[in-house]
């Protein structure tokens, strides 16, 4: 089954959640914030879509943080950053498990997650 991973109250997540309903994808929704997301998940996220793809710079945890922190952030320091910081993970974030991941709610995302699901 399709899980969906975000944060309850992003206006993406929301709208990304209503649009699965209406196009009768079955899913489940974790929000990174509330139930948290381990270690293991970020790094196959990550194997998966890249870190890059991955480190929302445009958030506000992101924008909060020490400039050290966010100079020369290497693989391991955006994985370290986003256990620690689920916020920091670009949202949302459609995990069909062993048949990948679809990062983000665009149309291309909305093309391949359509695809993903069989419709």
């Avoid at 998940?41 to 890249?50: I, L």
Wanted: proline share 4%; hydrophobic share 40%.
């Amino acid at each position: 089954m399709l899980t969906v991973y975000g944060l309850k109250n992003c206006d993406t997540c929301r709208k990304a959640l209503k649009w699965l309903e209406a196009e009768n994808i079955p899913h489940k929704f974790h929000d990174v914030r509330a139930d948290g997301v381990e270690a293991s998940d970020v790094r196959r996220f990550v194997k998966s879509a890249g870190w890059e793809a991955l480190l929302n710079k445009a958030s506000t945890t992101w924008r909060s943080l020490p400039e050290k922190q966010k100079a020369d952030v290497s693989e391991a320091d955006a994985v370290r950053l986003m256990s620690e910081n689920p916020t920091l993970i670009k949202r949302p974030v459609f995990d069909f498990g062993k048949e990948g991941l679809i990062v983000g709610f665009r149309e291309p995302q909305k093309a391949a997650v359509q695809k993903a699901a069989g419709k």
